[in-house]
């Protein structure tokens, strides 16, 4: 089982950025979907963003891409999501998942939370207007 530990969230003012920073322990071997989903108050789950370790392909939401980046570093067993011109939709508790696959030319995937196995505790990013 992957254990994932997020860090980064906090308070930040509108227009401004946050990098989050998921640690994903026992991804050395095999390949995996890392994605991250935020949850804000009395809605459901949804993908954010997600990359896969075999080939680093990316994928975004809509409402977040071109604001949003994806990364990874493979030495560290880190993926990053950087945020910039933060809004008040944005303000959730964002979480890091990650999903055991073979390699394939698909996507990741970022509509189905049940997708992913392995969930972190979450951290909270909350954007003041």
């Known amino acids: 089982q992957v254990q994932l530990v997020e860090s980064g969230g906090g308070l930040v003012q509108a227009g401004g950025s946050l990098r989050l920073s998921c640690v994903a322990s026992s991804i050395t071997f095999g390949y995996y979907n890392i994605a991250w989903f935020r949850q804000a108050p009395g809605k459901e789950r949804e993908g954010v963003s997600c990359?896969?370790?075999?080939?680093?392909?990316?994928n975004y939401a809509h409402s977040v891409k071109g604001r949003f980046t994806i990364s990874r570093d493979q030495a560290k067993n880190t993926v990053y999501l950087h945020m910039n011109n933060l809004g008040s939709e944005d303000t959730a508790v964002y979480y890091c998942?990650?999903?055991?696959?073979?390699?394939?030319?698909?996507?990741?995937?970022?509509?189905?939370?049940?997708?992913?196995?392995?969930w972190g505790q979450g951290t909270q990013v909350t954007v003041s207007s």
């Open positions: 998942a990650a999903q055991s696959v073979f390699p394939s030319n698909e996507p990741c995937p970022l509509v189905r939370p049940n997708d992913y196995a392995s």
């Open positions: 990359i896969s370790t075999s080939d680093s392909r990316t």
